[in-house]
Nanobody, 124 residues
Framework: QVQLVESGGGLVQPGGSLRLSCEAS????????MGWYRQAPGKQRELVAE???????TYADSVKGRFTISRDSSENTVYLQMNSLIPEDTAVYYC??????????????????WGQGTQVTVSS
């Protein structure tokens, strides 16, 4: 089993910054991709940013130039530095990871895991 635990959400004023963290733990063989999604009230969950094990990054157009995703592979941790926050960034932010895990006698197999979510509120 693979678990993801997020931290770092909160209330911030427009123009402010927050840094989200997500640590993966469990029977991990390898993590190929880690990313952040968000879901605002009444809207679908959307990709914010993701990073591969090789360090390739993808960003939603709405956050390019403001958010930066990074990864500490040795700690199985992904970060999202969010600057110049605007009210439209208000949402629950979810961490996601994909890779391979140990499944006991079954050996190694694919996994996909989600964190529990952390609330980010941008308001004055």
């Amino acid at each position: 089993q693979v678990q993801l635990v997020e931290s770092g959400g909160g209330l911030v004023q427009p123009g402010g910054s927050l840094r989200l963290s997500c640590e993966a733990s469990g029977s991990i063989f390898a993590i190929y991709m880690m990313g952040w999604y968000r879901q605002a009230p009444g809207k679908q969950r959307e990709l914010v940013a993701e990073i591969t094990s090789e360090g390739r990054t993808t960003y939603a157009d709405s956050v390019k130039g403001r958010f930066t995703i990074s990864r500490d592979s040795s700690e199985n941790t992904v970060y999202l530095q969010m600057n110049s926050l605007i009210p439209e960034d208000t949402a629950v932010y979810y961490c996601e990871a994909e890779g391979r895990a140990y499944y006991g006698d079954s050996g190694v197999g694919d996994f996909g895991a989600w964190g529990q979510g952390t609330q980010v509120t941008v308001s004055s």
